[in-house]
């Protein structure tokens, strides 16, 4: 017996019921430049500069944003990068690299790290 046809959509569908999605937010400080964050953003995720100035905006005026959806050992490398960045050169006080957490997708509290 030949198995029915799957769409595209139902195999995507069943891929992230098994594979949950993970949001990388990068958090908000007082020792990094709206330039450094630009740059990371760009260098590490291939954003546009565009796409990483608004950003860099929302994380500034929120507190956070959701930089990357993926799933979760894309998600902990990711935010693995983010931590491995450095300090800011532009700022003396500047003692390392940002913070950023990962989060469900689903809106499910889990832990994460």
Same mark, same amino acid.
């Given at each position: ?5 799957? @769409?595209?959509? %139902? /195999? %995507?569908?069943?891929?992230?019921? !098994?594979? *949950? #999605? &993970? +949001?990388?937010? #990068? =958090?908000?400080?007082?020792? +990094? %430049?709206?330039? $450094?964050?630009? /740059?990371? !953003?760009?260098? #590490? &995720?291939? #954003?546009?500069? &565009? /796409?990483? &100035?608004? +950003? ?12 990357? %959806?993926? /799933? =979760? ?9 983010? +931590?491995? $960045?450095? *300090? ?8 390392? @690299?940002?913070?950023?957490? !990962? ?5 499910? *509290?889990?832990?994460?790290?």
């Amino acid at each position: 017996m030949s198995r029915p046809a799957v @769409s595209p959509d %139902t /195999e %995507t569908t069943r891929r992230e019921q !098994l594979m *949950p #999605l &993970f +949001h990388v937010v #990068l =958090l908000d400080d007082d020792d +990094h %430049t709206y330039d $450094y964050v630009i /740059e990371m !953003l760009q260098r #590490l &995720f291939l #954003l546009s500069q &565009f /796409e990483a &100035f608004r +950003h860099a905006v929302e994380v500034d005026t929120t507190g956070r944003t959701i930089v990357i %959806t993926c /799933e =979760l050992p894309q998600a902990e490398f990711a935010r693995d990068q983010i +931590h491995g $960045y450095g *300090p800011d050169p532009r700022m003396p006080k500047s003692k390392g @690299s940002m913070s950023a957490v !990962l989060e469900p997708a689903s809106g499910i *509290p889990q832990a994460t790290d």
